[in-house]
């Protein structure tokens, strides 16, 4: 379980890691930036695969590849796609810096 979950409570006073709602606001928009590729995708009629998963690593190569009809539905996938991996490493850098936060924190050690 990532430390950017952990609620702790001591008594009246509750201590919550600072990363933590910087972390959902990105997942919430690489969520967007997902749920609007798929939305292109279904305008464009096509269904994606269910192997691989659409957002491994094989199925974002296989959008990537994908053909479509019109010249600014190929540079919306484009830039979507760029948006998600850009999100995606900003998600890997929080819960890394979270981790790091957590590793340090004496009352994340006792749940542990």
């Known amino acids: 379980m990532p430390a950017s979950v952990f609620s702790i409570g001591f008594g009246p006073r509750l201590c919550r890691f600072r990363g933590a709602p910087t972390e959902y606001r990105v997942i919430a928009k690489r ?9 292109l995708l279904r305008c464009a009629g096509v269904v994606p695969p269910r192997q691989p998963a659409l957002w ?22 484009d830039l979507l796609l760029e948006e ?11 819960e890394h ?6 590793g ?3 009352a994340v050690a006792r749940l542990r």
């Open 97 to 102: 810096e979270l981790n790091l936060q957590a």
């Open 84 to 94: 998600i991996a850009a999100l995606t490493n900003q998600v890997r850098r929080i």
């Open 31 to 39: 969520t967007r930036a997902k749920d609007s590729l798929r939305t």
């Open 104 to 106: 340090r924190s004496p």
């Open 56 to 77: 491994s690593k094989k199925g974002l190569e296989w959008v990537r590849r994908l053909e479509l009809p019109t010249a600014s539905q190929r540079l919306r996938r």
